[in-house]
């Protein structure tokens, strides 16, 4: 069987005219444009254009840890014109949960289709939990040999048991709303079709029900704001799942 055949992953394009990053790279007056830096860094930090060597591309730098390697560009610079440093917007970005290098490497793999090279941490937040930390505890005298799929991560929603259809999802979380006008619609739908890979549900948080994911309707919570945007009859009747948003509050309990 042959092996399945992916399509070939290009970089998105920024947004911004800065990228995140986590070290900055600083090239001094004192610079002759020798161009030594961009033939001896292997992460293309730096780059020629037209002869001229170009701002640095500071979100590809592994930072201080390149010293130990014989192509610290720094080290290399025979103007001395190089240095490398933590960048400012690192050190005040994020929070407990969601910590800058969190957010510096969920935008990398987005921009690039891979996990970020430098020293960033890509799973959990400084509190040590997250979905990675779920451990299934399996009884130390267990009956039998537990297989792989005889362990079942799904859960059942609404069992209040008041008439009201009960709803399954595979795994036990779904994806939060996050409104039409916040993202692109290529994400939105990228968001229902994942929802749809893990047989789980997502919200399509405030701002109206694109056509594009009514084929993934199944898998959809269709989010009703005090605004009331986008909400129409049919939106609430295609979905298995209706959320309720009051005191225009993006994050529960803080509305």
Same mark, same amino acid.
């Given at each position: 069987?042959?092996?399945?055949?992916?399509? &070939?992953?290009?970089?998105?394009?920024?947004?911004?005219?800065?990228?995140?990053?986590?070290?900055?790279?600083?090239?001094?007056?004192?610079?002759?444009?020798?161009? #030594?830096?961009? !033939?001896?860094?292997? $992460? !293309?930090?730096? /780059?020629?254009?037209?002869?001229?060597?170009?701002?640095?591309?500071?979100?590809?730098?592994?930072?201080?840890?390149?010293?130990?390697?014989?192509?610290?560009?720094?080290?290399?610079?025979?103007?001395?014109?190089?240095?490398?440093?933590?960048?400012?917007?690192?050190?005040?970005? !994020?929070?407990?949960?969601?910590?800058?290098?969190?957010?510096?490497?969920?935008?990398?793999?987005?921009? $690039?289709?891979?996990?970020?090279?430098?020293?960033?941490?890509?799973?959990?937040?400084?509190?040590?939990?997250?979905?990675?930390?779920?451990?299934?505890?399996?009884?130390?005298?267990?009956?039998?040999?537990?297989?792989? &799929?005889?362990?079942?991560?799904?859960?059942?929603?609404?069992?209040?048991?008041?008439?009201?259809? &009960?709803?399954?999802?595979?795994?036990?979380? $779904? !994806?939060?709303?996050?409104?039409?006008?916040?993202?692109?619609?290529?994400?939105?739908?990228?968001?229902?079709?994942?929802?749809?890979?893990?047989?789980?549900?997502?919200?399509?948080?405030?701002?109206? $029900?694109?056509?594009?994911?009514?084929? /993934?309707?199944?898998?959809?919570?269709?989010?009703?704001? #005090?605004?009331?945007?986008?909400?129409?009859?049919?939106?609430?009747?295609?979905?298995?799942?209706?959320?309720?948003?009051?005191?225009?509050?993006?994050?529960?309990?803080?509305?």
């Amino acid at each position: 069987m042959s092996a399945p055949k992916f399509p &070939e992953i290009k970089p998105a394009p920024s947004r911004f005219r800065n990228t995140l990053s986590k070290y900055a790279v600083r090239r001094s007056s004192a610079c002759q444009n020798c161009h #030594t830096c961009a !033939g001896v860094c292997p $992460y !293309g930090v730096h /780059l020629v254009e037209g002869g001229r060597i170009q701002l640095p591309q500071e979100h590809f730098c592994i930072g201080p840890q390149c010293r130990k390697t014989d192509h610290f560009c720094v080290d290399k610079c025979p103007a001395q014109a190089l240095s490398v440093v933590i960048h400012s917007g690192y050190r005040v970005l !994020g929070d407990f949960r969601w910590t800058a290098d969190l957010l510096l490497s969920t935008w990398f793999m987005a921009a $690039y289709g891979r996990e970020p090279h430098q020293d960033i941490e890509t799973r959990i937040g400084d509190s040590g939990g997250g979905f990675d930390r779920l451990r299934l505890v399996i009884p130390p005298e267990a009956p039998r040999r537990i297989e792989r &799929e005889d362990i079942d991560t799904s859960v059942v929603l609404n069992r209040s048991g008041d008439g009201r259809p &009960e709803l399954r999802i595979a795994v036990p979380h $779904y !994806g939060g709303g996050m409104s039409f006008g916040s993202i692109s619609l290529t994400t939105m739908r990228a968001r229902m079709r994942l929802a749809e890979s893990f047989d789980t549900l997502c919200c399509t948080g405030e701002g109206g $029900y694109p056509d594009v994911i009514i084929p /993934l309707s199944d898998h959809v919570i269709t989010q009703v704001a #005090t605004g009331l945007f986008g909400v129409r009859e049919e939106t609430i009747k295609r979905v298995p799942m209706v959320e309720f948003k009051y005191a225009q509050g993006a994050k529960p309990g803080l509305g």
